[in-house]
C-alpha cells in the first residue's frame, strides 16, 4: 500500500473524527440552552410564586386599608389558583374591617378580575392612567408596599417578580398616585353598565365574552 493511500485513509479518519467532535459539541450546544432555558422558565415561576405569596401574607396582616394597582388580566390556568387566594384574603380582610381598594386599566376584558374583586368586598375602580401597563403595586396600611415587575411594557404583560419594601415614604408617595387616579376613574358598576349599553350584547353573550356567570350580570341589566 502506498504512502499517498495511507495519508488518504488517516486524512479521512481525522475528518470523521472531526465531525464526530463537532456533532457531539452542537448536542452538548443544544442541552445546555435547554437546560438554561428550564432554570429561567423555574426562576420566574418561583418568583412570580413568590410576588403572589408576598401579596396573600401581607394582606393577611392588613388592619386599616389596602389600595392596589394590577393589571386586571384574566389569569393564565397557572395563575386561577393563585388568584383564588388573593380573592380569599380580600374577602378576609374586609370582614375584619379593612377597606380595600383597586384600580384596573379600562379595557372590557379586565372586568372578570373586577368582578371576582368586588365580589369579595373590595371597591373596585377602572383607570385610564398610562401607568397601569406597566407598573403594578400594593401598598398596606402606612407602611409596607409590594411592587410588581412586568415582563415587558404593555397592558398584557405579566408580572415576572415583585418586591416587598418596607418605607413610609415610598408608601406615601404610591397612595398619592393611587388617590389621583382613583378620583377620576369609574366603579366597577359603573363601567360594566357602560359596556352593555356600548355593545347590546344579551347576558348569555357577554357572559360568554367576558367569561362571568351570567346570574352575575343580570342585576346590572335590570338597572339599565
Not at 432555558?37 to 412570580?48: G, H, I, Q, S, Y
Not at 394597582?69 to 380569599?88: E, F, M, Q
Not at 413610609?168 to 389621583?180: D, I, K
Not at 350584547?201 to 362571568?212: G, H, N, T, V, W
Amino acid at each position: 500500500m502506498s504512502l499517498e493511500l495511507y495519508l488518504v485513509i488517516l486524512e479521512s479518519v481525522l475528518l470523521l473524527f472531526t465531525i464526530l467532535l463537532l456533532l457531539d459539541s452542537i448536542r452538548e450546544g443544544r442541552a445546555r440552552a435547554r437546560l438554561l432555558l428550564e432554570v429561567d422558565r423555574a426562576t420566574k415561576t418561583f418568583t412570580r410564586l413568590e410576588y403572589f405569596l408576598s401579596v396573600v401574607d401581607s394582606m393577611a396582616d392588613a388592619r386599616h386599608e389596602v389600595i392596589g394597582l394590577v393589571s386586571g388580566r384574566y389569569p393564565s390556568a397557572t395563575d386561577r389558583k393563585r388568584t383564588k387566594d388573593i380573592v380569599g384574603a380580600i374577602g378576609k380582610a374586609v370582614k375584619a374591617g379593612v377597606r380595600v381598594k383597586y384600580l384596573l386599566p379600562r379595557f372590557h376584558d379586565r372586568l372578570y378580575i373586577g368582578c371576582l374583586y368586588s365580589g369579595a368586598g373590595a371597591e373596585v375602580r377602572y383607570s385610564s392612567c398610562p401607568i397601569l401597563h406597566d407598573l403594578r403595586y400594593m401598598t398596606v396600611d402606612d407602611r409596607v408596599t409590594i411592587i410588581g415587575i412586568p415582563e415587558g411594557t404593555g397592558e398584557k404583560e405579566a408580572t415576572k417578580k415583585g418586591y416587598k419594601i418596607i418605607s413610609e415614604g415610598l408608601n406615601s408617595v404610591l397612595r398619592e398616585h393611587f388617590n389621583n387616579c382613583w378620583g377620576s376613574a369609574t366603579p366597577y358598576a359603573d363601567y360594566l353598565r357602560e359596556v352593555i349599553r356600548e355593545t347590546k350584547a344579551s347576558p348569555r353573550q357577554l357572559a360568554m365574552e367576558l367569561k362571568i356567570e351570567e346570574k352575575d350580570l343580570e342585576k346590572f341589566y335590570r338597572d339599565i
